[in-house]
């Protein structure tokens, strides 16, 4: 096993150039570091190669508009391959109807989990690790700013957020056939914490 991947190295450009440019007015470092962020939870996790490159481009997909898809998808697969592309595809969060506008945060969210309930195991290895590192993101700034912070970069306030990580869970725990438990376990144990960490900071209020 070696530590340098061009195939990585080679993802975090295309990353740079497509999917930098896609970040919102006064989006911080946290948006731009986001892909690396993933990779480095997928590394951590010992998944091969392939996953960790399409969880790096299937976040220029997902933030893209759905009328911007057939070139990235083209470019995707000729540099990367048709199996990353389809997984990178697989991991995608539903953000945009058919006609390309942004959906709204409830059906967006039930429409991602009937897909995670099928989708392959590594784009479910995606999928939690893209959750890891929100979840324990939006744990440090709550810490360090309280549960305001939470109604400046989310559309969901603290009860749909609970019944997000626990209908994630849910279906998570029902599919035998990923076997990624391991992950499985510390997202349970970080969505506990944020859950007691939104009911503490309400009671608060």
Known sequence: MHGYSDRINHAFAFAAKYYNVLAPAGAGVDFLAHPANVAIILARYGCEQVTIVAGILHHVLEESPPDGWPVLEQKISEKFGPVVLAVAKDA???????????RQWQPCKQEYLTQLAIAEPRAVDIIVADELHACGSTMTALRRL??????????????QTIWWYRSLLEILSARPDWPRREMLAELRSMSADMVRSLRQ???GL
Not at 146 to 157: I, K, P
């Open 92 to 102: 995608i969060e539903p953000k945009f109807d058919r006609r390309g506008m942004e």
């Open 146 to 159: 309280g549960v305001e912070y939470l109604r400046t970069v989310s559309r969901a306030g603290s009860e």
């Open 201 to 203: 900071n309400e009671e």
